[in-house]
């Protein structure tokens, strides 16, 4: 999906935001991502949920750059991609959900942002949405988590038949 939108991922500066602190679909895209050539991450949420220390020392590691915010604003109109992700709920204490309740609102992908986006970046999200992004985001025709949802199960396939072959002890 990525490569298939942008011609390359090689030198995409990726912003994920959300959730990353409990979000297993942002981790795994940032060490699958990390792969690639010339990659950028900017990691929007709030500090209670920023992304957690094995990433970043991932990324460290490999010398992939990366940025973290609490300001969407500040680093929308640099993301070729907008991964947005859901505040996982059920993995908070009731004590964490009512610290983060009065944030919530301040993490929510809107109309007023979709100006600032580049006009051929696109906007990716896990599914399924529970109010991180307002209903007429779903309208712009940057929003493409249709066709990420589309294109997951093939995407599965492929790769369970490869590790099949690959490895016949599994069968």
């Given at each position: 999906?990525?490569?298939?939108?942008?011609?390359?991922?090689?030198?995409?500066?990726?912003?994920?935001?959300?959730?990353?602190?409990?979000?297993?679909?942002?981790?795994?895209?940032?060490?699958?991502?990390?792969?690639?050539?010339?990659?950028?991450?900017?990691?929007?949420?709030?500090?209670?949920?920023?992304?957690?220390?094995?990433?970043?020392?991932?990324?460290?590691?490999?010398?992939?750059?990366?940025?973290?915010?609490?300001?969407?604003?500040?680093?929308?109109?640099e993301?070729?991609?907008?991964?947005?992700?859901?505040?996982?709920?059920?993995?908070?204490?009731?004590?964490?959900?009512?610290?983060?309740?009065?944030?919530k609102?301040?993490?929510?992908?809107?109309?007023?942002?979709?100006?600032?986006?580049?006009?051929?970046?696109?906007?990716?999200?896990?599914?399924?949405?529970?109010?991180?992004?307002e209903?007429?985001?779903?309208?712009?025709?940057?929003?493409?988590?249709?066709?990420?949802?589309?294109?997951?199960?093939?995407?599965?396939?492929?790769?369970?038949?490869?590790?099949?072959?690959?490895?016949?002890?599994?069968?």
């Amino acid at each position: 999906m990525w490569k298939d939108l942008h011609g390359e991922v090689d030198g995409i500066t990726a912003l994920i935001g959300g959730d990353l602190r409990n979000g297993r679909v942002a981790r795994s895209d940032v060490y699958l991502l990390s792969k690639f050539k010339g990659i950028r991450f900017k990691f929007v949420s709030p500090n209670e949920l920023r992304m957690k220390d094995d990433v970043l020392a991932h990324l460290r590691e490999h010398d992939v750059p990366y940025s973290e915010t609490e300001n969407l604003e500040e680093v929308l109109p640099e993301a070729d991609v907008v991964y947005w992700t859901r505040i996982q709920r059920e993995r908070m204490t009731e004590e964490e959900l009512a610290r983060f309740a009065p944030l919530k609102d301040r993490f929510v992908l809107g109309e007023r942002h979709l100006p600032l986006m580049k006009k051929n970046a696109i906007i990716l999200h896990p599914q399924p949405i529970a109010g991180e992004i307002e209903p007429r985001v779903k309208l712009d025709p940057r929003a493409r988590w249709k066709s990420q949802s589309a294109n997951g199960l093939p995407s599965r396939m492929v790769l369970l038949t490869w590790v099949m072959n690959r490895f016949p002890h599994f069968h």
